[in-house]
């Protein structure tokens, strides 16, 4: 993890207890946008880390944090479900908290992303 961290990214401690408590109800919402003309800063983090499918990251979904309309397609699930949202390095993860949190979800931490390695180790693989 670097020592820069973005604002309101959650410590590897609290990830580790946040996943364990959540075990099987975990959801992670990835919000990466593999368009690299509108977030070509994520290609990076795509190449090391791919986007939720039913071979990789089960408890992952994708749901694009759009920074234009600042909004995203929220997850369809009771709103007390344990979510952790990343993108690359935590700066729309952090976006995608707050509009989830706006929007009535109860339990949500921002996880960072591949970029913050000791976070990720926690639930990247989800």
């Known amino acids: 993890t670097s020592l820069f961290a973005k604002e309101g990214v959650s410590s590897p401690e609290e990830l580790k207890s946040f996943v364990a408590s959540a075990g099987s109800n975990l959801l992670v919402v990835d919000v ?4 690299a003309d509108k977030e070509p800063g994520d290609q ?3 190449a090391v880390a791919p986007l939720p499918s039913d071979d990789t ?3 992952g979904i994708h749901l694009v944090y759009d920074r234009e309309t600042e909004s995203m397609v929220l997850p369809d ?3 007390d479900t344990p979510i952790i ?3 690359g390095g935590g700066g729309r993860g952090q976006k995608a908290k707050d509009y ?3 929007n009535g979800f109860t339990n949500v931490l921002n996880g ?4 913050e390695t000791e976070c990720w180790a ?3 693989d989800k």
Do not use: I, M, W, Y
């Open 100 to 102: 989830l949190a706006a």
């Open 85 to 87: 949202t990343h993108c």
């Open 122 to 124: 926690e639930f990247g």
């Open 32 to 35: 990466r946008n593999p368009d």
């Open 44 to 46: 990076k983090s795509l």
């Open 77 to 79: 699930v009771e709103k």
């Open 112 to 115: 960072g992303g591949p970029k």
């Open 57 to 59: 990251r089960p408890q």
